[in-house]
């Protein structure tokens, strides 16, 4: 298939089928990515950060898991998908640095897990598999024809979920 289509940092795309959607380097971020199965429309997203109430600079909605996943969804429905038909999958959340200072305000993939479980159950879009935590990066791919997120990892091999 020819038709990879490239998730940056801090950014969201969606698609529909056929193509693949995928994004380097998820370390702390996390990568949201949504799929209907029924109408083969795909959505992933980058997030950096929890949530765009805590930031000053909150002008990049793909930024954020609260701002992206809504904007993810109302993408993914605008290309046919049906909202209550969107499942989800997630990747990434590591702890990429051993602190000392156990901060909850260091702890931020834990923290962006945390928020984007919170907002897919706002939604009402049932988590169907993770691969978050850890202190390793993952690069990731979705594939629009099954809704199979492949993951990529240094040191821990590939992984489908």
């Known amino acids: 298939m020819d038709n990879i289509i490239k998730v940056g940092m801090a950014d969201l795309r969606s698609s529909r089928h056929p193509c693949r959607l995928t994004t380097l ?6 990568g949201i990515a949504l799929y209907d199965p029924g109408r083969k429309v795909v959505g992933l997203a980058h997030i950096m950060l929890p949530s765009s109430q805590q930031a000053r600079n909150n002008s990049n909605i793909a930024k954020f898991a ?3 996943t809504y904007k ?4 993914m429905v605008s290309l046919g998908a049906v909202k209550s038909h969107i499942v989800a999958k997630l990747a990434g959340g590591a702890q990429m640095f051993s602190f000392n200072d156990t ?3 260091l702890r931020i993939g834990a923290r962006n897990v945390t928020a984007s479980k919170e907002i897919l159950k706002q939604l009402n ?4 598999a993770e691969d978050t935590g850890g202190n390793y ?3 990731i791919e979705i594939d629009s024809a099954s ?5 990529k990892t240094i040191g821990h091999g590939t992984e489908v979920i």
């Open 147 to 151: 809704g199979k997120l492949l993951i």
């Open 125 to 128: 879009i049932p988590i169907l």
């Open 137 to 139: 990066g993952r690069t």
């Open 25 to 30: 380097g998820l370390g702390s971020c996390v």
């Open 103 to 105: 901060s909850e305000m």
């Open 66 to 68: 609260d701002t992206a």
């Open 72 to 75: 993810l969804v109302e993408d």
